[in-house]
């Protein structure tokens, strides 16, 4: 049965989590839960009830899917040194910013980004219910993707984040299941592409802050421009103070834009899909189809289940519960089925 643990190991304690969980396979196990409570009670109405909800469930998650790999299919993969703004896919290899290399907890695994599941060991549960979830822990900090022309900063937050493989670790009390990007895996990354060092420096109200806050410090701004002693600031002095600041104000600019990245991916204003994949962009974009295909088949299942149910109610096995059965139309029927 590890195939099925696989699948129901999931952390749902996020949207960007219930998101994914929703969009992949593990919406077939409730689905295949609601199926067994529609069986049950041999109710008609139920398993009419069941079935809709199972096919709505199903083209809500088609729909998802497919707008994904619509997405990766129809958006152009650029290069960052002449990458136009707005939205874009990326590809290249996963940097660390300086100072940006992590350490898995729980793991101790040097690594880009990380998102590890904690469950707590409980020694009084059989070996099969051992372990219960306690916390997740999720990375908040950016990293790097390189294509050979330039880098550009991927910033996580609000990110679909898709990292196949996994590392199970255990300590005395704890488990611990991460999924991690690692510097030099390859990435694949659609968002929006903004070159944050062209945007526009409202110099005059950097200037009318510093100003302000010359004001306020009355003793220092005797002591640097009061050239006459007179302990007070006439124009002349006021002007020598206002220029000195202007400089200070595009030395402080000047330094704090050379520290921003000249590119970040983010996640696109307009409601559009942010998502980061390890691996190449035509595997990812399988993976959104193939699932769009398997929920939009079990839509068109659920669909035909509801229209055999509803119109040959009387073919259904004998002790099922339905309102016509009260009028004996049901009986009738399966009278009429069994003579002929």
Request: proline letters at 3%.
């Amino acid at each position: 049965m590890n195939w099925l643990d696989d699948l129901l190991d999931v952390d749902l304690t996020t949207p960007g989590q219930w998101r994914k969980w929703f969009e992949g396979l593990h919406l077939l196990v409730v689905q295949l839960g609601l199926l067994v409570f529609g069986l049950q009670g041999m109710n008609v109405k139920r398993l009419q009830g069941v079935l809709m909800l199972m096919a709505a469930l199903a083209v809500l998650a088609w729909i998802s899917n497919r707008r994904r790999y619509q997405a990766m299919g129809n958006t152009p993969v650029g290069r960052i040194a002449s990458a136009a703004q707005g939205q874009m896919a990326l590809t290249g290899t996963a940097r660390a910013v300086e100072n940006g290399m992590l350490i898995c907890p729980g793991l101790e695994m040097r690594c880009l980004w990380y998102r590890v599941i904690v469950e707590e060991r409980n020694r009084y549960a059989n070996a099969e219910q051992q372990y219960r979830q306690t916390t997740t822990l999720q990375s908040d900090g950016g990293f790097l993707i390189d294509d050979g022309t330039g880098e550009c900063f991927i910033d996580p937050d609000d990110a679909d984040i898709h990292v196949a493989e996994k590392e199970v670790g255990e300590d005395q009390y704890h488990r611990y299941t991460a999924w991690m990007i690692y510097e030099g895996d390859p990435l694949y990354v659609v968002g929006e592409f903004v070159s944050v060092r062209d945007a526009h420096i409202d110099i005059k109200t950097a200037l009318a802050q510093k100003l302000n806050e010359m004001k306020r410090d009355q003793i220092t701004l005797l002591a640097r421009f009061d050239r006459n002693g007179d302990g007070r600031i006439d124009a002349s002095e006021w002007e020598h103070a206002r220029a000195s600041a202007e400089q200070e104000v595009l030395a402080e600019l000047s330094e704090a834009n050379a520290a921003l990245p000249a590119h970040v991916m983010r996640k696109p204003r307009d409601g559009r899909p942010f998502m980061v994949a390890i691996g190449a962009a035509d595997e990812n974009t399988r993976r959104y189809r193939w699932q769009a295909w398997v929920h939009l088949a079990v839509a068109a299942l659920c669909l035909h289940g509801l229209l055999f149910v509803t119109r040959h109610p009387e073919r259904l096995p004998a002790g099922w519960h339905h309102p016509a059965a009260q009028y004996g139309q049901i009986d009738a029927a399966r009278t009429a089925t069994q003579i002929s």
